[in-house]
């Protein structure tokens, strides 16, 4: 096979990839969004078999000459920034890495994983709803005896939780988030206690009737004021909401579940998932098909939801541009409600159980909860069966809060049912990253009078030009530096977290 | 391989191909109830690449080594009543009649063939939406040259239309459908006529305004009516109603379309698309990832749906005993409605413009129309472009109606965007299928009383014994000869309707 070839067999077997991958996450989605109850066991079956598939096609004699000879090739050659070529030796990084990590895993073990989770997601679902914590432990139970052991195969001499950490966030390790939260966690804890001597804010009425049509016409609205393309990401309802792309980043899907008593809930995770949604649709189109399509790592992935989520969603000017249609849709609730209300309520600072509605002060340290009992619990300090009491203890020790049944505390998240464990730290970091490039971005951009007039045009495109288009091209640190041309500094989070909240508070 | 590794062989390339069809199937059903409007080409390509993996697999020398030793095998034996051997016979038989047909089709123009019926489905929604007929002719013109080329590489040596036939209901040929509908036509024309020479029933309560969510709830009542199981069969909307399994009898889906004004078009999709989902899902359990898994032609799977929808769901047991139900859903329209009325109501029989909603006595015009038109078309007598006009004609001439667009007329059904050539005659051979499995089932089951009851359980036992348990282990003769045990004789049809009409019209 001359260059040029086998190029273009490189094309050909990740189009034939994201096919497998295209129709894997749709069995997911169709599972958690529309399936009938009792279908999880064929799902799991048809997903099996596929997830063996490219397991094969990933692993073939053939699939690793192409790929060791194109790596060889572009080892023998010296590197260039011609953009096709920085192009293809990601490619060639990215897939050989995934593959013969993949390897490392004996393929009945990586199918039989495969199964397991999916019929993990279903069990959790029936045990959030019944708030039964016993059902879903012999499956959390397994999928973390899993990752352990997936772990040792793939980096025996690595610490299980730091590899598990950086393949979520490259380059990130225990160290680097030990001492990220423990920045975080010094000046959090004191400006938490202020805002706890101040008078409290008054909410009360984002709690009422909410009628479904009118909070799914909210979410459209939303969808369309930070300008996701509705005819490539669609919206559905689903127990926890999340974002999948299926195929290629030009059919993303975001999710959300409507609470009929309180609107503030589906309208943030909305927002949330749409920010997903938006860094994944706004690769560079030649991407497709491709391991460069879709978001590099989960940290910078949370940057952009939590960016959308808080940084805009919860500034002033959206708020207060959000206001009349709000009013129009809630209008019993809402109609006498005042911009400065709304802002304030939408920002009430207080400990609570669940995090996806938690502020964004506290909302760090339920991450750090999470990061703490992984740590935990891959490093057998602690078992699966006292998972529970340790996490309600946690609760009780950061937040000050009473865990009153699992379905608020231990079974609120999916992720673990997904055996996304070594994810969450994601949540914390982005939430820094973003209140970096809200900064590098402000040096250009009006972002206060765009959000308030309700124009989200500028602020997408500075995220589209460093961030968005990128895809999968550059690693985490290298777009952090690309962007910011400055080191990641989490200080710059809680200068943006203490003067909102001291402003709000007036402390 | 020994005998034992060859069955074990032949039951896993079973389960691999399931895997394939369930993705697949499940990205065209979600395209037509789900995806956003823009991601039919994303979803052509994920198709596209799936379908070449399968024809791959279906087409391999491993394959096809496999299943010409386990023929050969099975034709050196004298054939046994053992019924694991008539399965496996049955399984071998299904498998290289696909693939030998597979493999006279060249891979590129078969995935090329898929990936334009994707896209066809898409631009015949809009086209149907816009009644605009031109945007969807070039589909349709690829779409029968193809149909046309392909049965020529399949069986050179018969008429394409007699292939096409065959391959909905084996056995069936223009010859039969000839004879089939000269005898409908005979006896159906002068009663449609004499029914026209009576007063015309009343029917306008069932014009009116109904709310989706309530005729959601009808539609979930009228499922477990019919005794669907709704943990493994689920409810969506779309543009046009069907039914498919994703992966297995395990997981069936049914379609529906609400329209706010005529609350019985989505009732009665409900109770013909429930037939269909009955059917399938009464496979034997073992069948599942297997190609007898199912229904097993068109045929018979119409002769399911129709006998729910109309022998069943249009008996005046029936509609008596569901009345109470719809007066509580519509108070408004439907509270001083009587049985008597009802029942009329819903039988009233006048040439109308949709196939779907038209009453049993005009229903095989509509039927035959299509079946005339394919025949022209496939012959090269009838040009694409001249297929609006010449559907208006014959609508006129045998139902005698002028249809005022094309979404009204040519574009109403999904079936020629789907590639379905040859389908439509299944409609009106399972109607007089099931006006003989009716008589039949009288002869040990009191079907007028368990309707009246709202008991269907002895009616789906008997439909379960003799019809649904088999999937597709036996051909459409064998199922009606087995059932019956007498030969199939249209003239029970005609029986049933004239008795039926006469009755309800006083003539």
Same mark, same amino acid.
């Given at each position: 096979?001359?260059?040029?070839?086998?190029?273009?067999?490189?094309?050909?077997?990740?189009?034939?990839?994201?096919?497998?991958? $295209?129709?894997? +996450?749709?069995?997911y989605?169709?599972?958690v969004?529309?399936?009938?109850?009792?279908?999880?066991?064929? =799902?799991?079956?048809?997903?099996?078999?596929?997830?063996? %598939?490219?397991?094969?096609?990933?692993?073939?004699?053939?699939?690793?000459?192409?790929?060791?000879?194109?790596?060889?090739?572009?080892?023998?050659?010296?590197?260039?920034?011609?953009? %096709?070529?920085?192009?293809?030796?990601?490619?060639?990084?990215?897939?050989?890495?995934?593959?013969?990590?993949?390897?490392?895993?004996?393929?009945? &073990?990586?199918?039989? *994983?495969?199964?397991?989770l999916?019929?993990s997601e279903?069990?959790w679902h029936?045990?959030k709803?019944?708030?039964?914590?016993?059902?879903?432990?012999?499956?959390?139970?397994?999928?973390?005896?899993?990752?352990?052991?997936?772990?040792?195969?793939?980096?025996?001499?690595?610490?299980?939780?730091?590899?598990?950490?950086?393949?979520?966030?490259? @380059?990130?390790?225990?160290?680097?988030?030990?001492?990220?939260?423990?920045?975080?966690?010094? =000046?959090?804890?004191?400006?938490?206690? &202020?805002?706890? &001597?101040?008078?409290?804010?008054?909410?009360?009425?984002?709690?009422?009737?909410?009628?479904?049509?009118?909070?799914?016409?909210?979410?459209?609205?939303?969808?369309?004021?930070? =300008?996701?393309?509705?005819?490539?990401?669609?919206?559905?309802?689903t127990e926890h909401p999340f974002?999948?792309?299926?195929?290629?980043?030009?059919?993303?899907?975001?999710t959300?579940n409507?609470?009929?008593? *309180?609107?503030?809930? +589906?309208?943030?995770?909305?927002?949330?998932?749409?920010?997903?949604?938006?860094?994944?649709?706004?690769?560079?189109?030649?991407?497709?098909?491709?391991?460069?399509?879709?978001?590099? !790592?989960?940290?910078? $992935?949370?940057?952009?939801?939590?960016?959308?989520?808080?940084?805009?969603? =919860?500034?002033?000017?959206?708020? !207060? $541009?959000?206001?009349?249609?709000?009013?129009?849709?809630?209008?019993?609730?809402? !109609?006498?409600?005042?911009?400065?209300?709304?802002?304030?309520?939408?920002?009430?600072?207080?400990?609570?159980?669940?995090?996806t509605?938690?502020?964004?002060?506290?909302?760090?340290?339920?991450?750090?909860?999470?990061?703490?009992?992984?740590?935990?619990?891959?490093?057998?300090?602690?078992?699966?069966?006292?998972?529970?009491?340790?996490?309600?203890?946690? *609760?009780?020790?950061?937040?000050?809060?009473?865990?009153?049944?699992?379905?608020?505390?231990?079974l609120q998240d999916s992720h673990w049912s997904g055996g996304l464990? @070594?994810y969450?730290?994601?949540?914390?970091?982005?939430?820094?990253?973003?209140?970096?490039?809200?900064?590098?971005?402000?040096?250009?951009?009006?972002?206060?009078?765009?959000?308030?007039?309700?124009?989200?045009?500028?602020?997408?495109?500075?995220?589209?030009?460093?961030?968005?288009?990128?895809?999968?091209?550059?690693?985490?640190?290298?777009?952090?530096?690309?962007?910011?041309? &400055?080191?990641?500094?989490?200080?710059? *989070?809680?200068?943006?977290?203490?003067?909102?909240?001291?402003?709000?508070?007036?402390?």
């Open positions: 096979m001359n260059h040029e070839e086998s190029i273009q067999e490189l094309y050909k077997l990740q189009g034939r990839l994201s096919a497998y991958e $295209h129709a894997v +996450s749709l069995m989605y169709d599972g969004t529309t399936a009938p109850k009792g279908t999880a066991s064929n =799902r799991a079956h048809s997903t099996g078999i596929l997830t063996e %598939e490219m397991y094969r096609i990933s692993t073939s004699s053939e699939t690793m000459e192409l790929l060791e000879a194109l790596d060889q090739e572009y080892r023998d050659r010296e590197v260039t920034d011609d953009p %096709e070529e920085t192009k293809i030796r990601r490619m060639i990084y990215l897939m050989l890495k995934d593959i013969r990590d993949m390897q490392k895993i004996p393929m009945e &073990e990586f199918v039989a *994983y495969q199964e397991l999916v019929k279903d069990v029936t045990a709803e019944t708030s039964d914590f016993a059902l879903f432990a012999p499956y959390l139970e397994e999928i973390f005896r899993t990752v352990r052991k997936f772990a040792g195969y793939c980096a025996p001499d690595k610490n299980v939780y730091d590899y598990w950490l950086n393949e979520y966030e490259p @380059g990130i390790s225990m160290a680097v988030c030990d001492e990220f939260f423990r920045t975080l966690k010094s =000046r959090l804890v004191p400006l938490i206690r &202020e805002i706890q &001597e101040r008078p409290q804010v008054d909410d009360s009425f984002l709690h009422g009737y909410f009628p479904v049509e009118q909070q799914d016409q909210l979410s459209r609205y939303l969808m369309d004021l930070i =300008r996701l393309d509705r005819d490539h990401c669609g919206l559905s309802t974002t999948t792309s299926l195929g290629s980043h030009l059919d993303e899907r975001i959300t409507y609470k009929t008593d *309180y609107f503030a809930a +589906s309208m943030y995770s909305v927002i949330h998932e749409g920010g997903h949604a938006l860094y994944d649709t706004g690769s560079d189109e030649a991407f497709a098909y491709t391991v460069l399509d879709g978001g590099v !790592s989960m940290g910078i $992935h949370e940057s952009q939801s939590r960016f959308y989520e808080n940084i805009i969603g =919860r500034s002033r000017g959206f708020t !207060s $541009h959000i206001l009349p249609k709000i009013r129009e849709l809630f209008p019993e609730s809402m !109609s006498n409600v005042t911009e400065e209300q709304f802002y304030k309520a939408i920002n009430l600072a207080q400990p609570s159980l669940i995090r509605e938690a502020d964004e002060v506290t909302y760090c340290l339920h991450v750090m909860i999470r990061y703490e009992l992984e740590k935990l619990l891959l490093a057998g300090d602690l078992s699966v069966k006292d998972l529970p009491s340790e996490w309600n203890r946690k *609760y009780k020790e950061y937040l000050g809060i009473e865990v009153p049944d699992d379905r608020h505390g231990v464990i @070594g969450f730290p994601s949540y914390a970091l982005g939430n820094a990253y973003g209140a970096q490039f809200l900064k590098k971005m402000k040096e250009t951009v009006d972002v206060d009078r765009c959000v308030q007039n309700g124009d989200l045009a500028p602020v997408n495109e500075w995220n589209r030009t460093h961030i968005w288009q990128y895809g999968s091209l550059y690693t985490p640190a290298q777009i952090l530096e690309r962007a910011l041309k &400055e080191p990641f500094d989490p200080a710059i *989070y809680m200068d943006y977290l203490e003067k909102k909240y001291r402003e709000i508070y007036g402390i």
